[in-house]
């Protein structure tokens, strides 16, 4: 059995964006494990339904029976993995009543935490916002774009929206926003082959920003709640076809 050691295990396997992270420090092994295992399986190289072997587990980061068991119960509670009597840990399967659920609570807290952010309207959070939508413009999908959704989009993606919440100051809340929208990345994937697919989502992005730094609320807020919406209708049509397929 490898020995346990944090400089053992792969950081690769670690979810960009650690800076919004849900709760993504790593400051023992259980910690950087329970990272890896989020990033596999939000990043679909564990797919859902997978069962997970402690064995091979133990194999893939290098690390002993301990930490991979505490890890996995933490991403059961996350609702990440299922234990089943008889048959052990699984990957949690993507679902539209899941799916659903995240949009839900993301429809109300985002515009609400934005909302709040924009009623403090900090020059720092201001500068954070803009800093973060222009690393994000280059990257962001034009027409006809073949390119695959890679890490540097999602990453650059998921902080222009978690910087646009930023000003509420509220650090737990922003914890519990960012696993939902890490989770929501997962339908991505499994929806999305590359950055044209995201075309649409380009105006949104550019009128989000536009209404933040003209202090417009009532357009930013309505934006980003139709933007919620708009992307998880589309995400949801995954399971359109997945649901013709086994009738």
């Known amino acids: ?9 792969d950081t690769s396997h670690l979810m960009p964006g650690a800076g919004y992270a849900s709760g993504h420090g ?10 890896a295992l989020r ?3 939000l990043s679909l190289v564990l797919a859902p339904g997978a069962h997970l072997k402690l064995r091979e587990l133990k194999e893939r980061y290098n690390v002993g029976a301990t930490p991979i068991r505490e890890a996995l119960w933490s991403l059961a509670g996350e609702g990440l993995i299922e234990n089943e009597a008889q048959v052990g840990f699984r990957v949690a399967d993507a679902s ?3 799916l659903l659920g995240l949009a839900g609570m993301r429809r109300h807290i985002e515009p609400w935490a934005l909302e709040l952010s924009m009623t ?5 959070w201001l500068a954070a916002v803009e800093e973060a939508y222009a690393r994000f413009t280059p990257k962001d999908a034009m027409v006809g774009d073949q390119r695959a959704i890679d890490a540097d989009w999602e990453d650059a993606h998921r902080n222009f ?9 509220m650090p737990a809340l922003l914890r519990d926003v960012s696993r939902w929208y ?20 380009k105006v949104d992005h550019d009128v989000l920003y536009d209404a933040v730094m003209a202090g417009n609320r009532e357009l930013a807020i309505e934006t980003l709640r139709q933007h919620i919406m708009e992307t998880t209708k589309r995400h949801g049509s995954y399971f359109d076809g997945v649901e013709e397929s086994s009738d």
């Open 120 to 124: 403090k309207a900090s020059p720092r």
């Open 161 to 169: 929206h978690m910087a646009l919440l930023s000003g509420c100051e």
């Open 39 to 41: 990033r596999d399986i």
């Open 26 to 35: 790593a400051d023992t092994l259980t910690d950087l494990v329970r990272l």
């Open 96 to 98: 539209r009543d899941r």
């Open 1 to 9: 059995m490898p020995k346990p050691f944090m400089a053992e295990l």
């Open 182 to 201: 890490e989770e929501t990345d997962r339908y991505r994937r499994l929806i999305s082959p590359s950055l044209g697919y995201t075309v649409v989502n």
